[in-house]
Nanobody
Framework: QVQLVESGGGLVQAGGSLRLSCAASGSIFTINYMSWYRQAPGKQRDFVASISSGGRSNYADSVKGRFTISRDNAERTVYLQMNSLKLEDTAVYYC?????????????WGQGTQVTVSS
């Protein structure tokens, strides 16, 4: 069984910063991509950023230059450094990993962490 535990969300003023973490545990053999998604109230879940096992990153246009994704393979943890936060960044943020576990390759989602940006 694979578990993802997210942390780091909270309330921050516009222009501020937050750092999200997502730690994976369980019977994991290999982690391929690690990603962040977000879902604002009444909207669909959208891609934010991803990082490959080799460290190649990809970002949504809306966060380029403000957010940075990174990972610690030894700790099986993915991070999202969010700077210059805007009101429109308010959402529940979810991590997603593509991993090979005992049952084979699957996608696994975290439980979500709330990020609220205030004016």
């Amino acid at each position: 069984q694979v578990q993802l535990v997210e942390s780091g969300g909270g309330l921050v003023q516009a222009g501020g910063s937050l750092r999200l973490s997502c730690a994976a545990s369980g019977s994991i053999f290999t982690i391929n991509y690690m990603s962040w998604y977000r879902q604002a109230p009444g909207k669909q879940r959208d891609f934010v950023a991803s990082i490959s096992s080799g460290g190649r990153s990809n970002y949504a246009d809306s966060v380029k230059g403000r957010f940075t994704i990174s990972r610690d393979n030894a700790e099986r943890t993915v991070y999202l450094q969010m700077n210059s936060l805007k009101l429109e960044d308010t959402a529940v943020y979810y991590c997603l990993i593509n991993a090979r576990a005992v049952v084979g390759w699957n996608d696994y989602w975290g439980q979500g962490t709330q990020v609220t940006v205030s004016s």
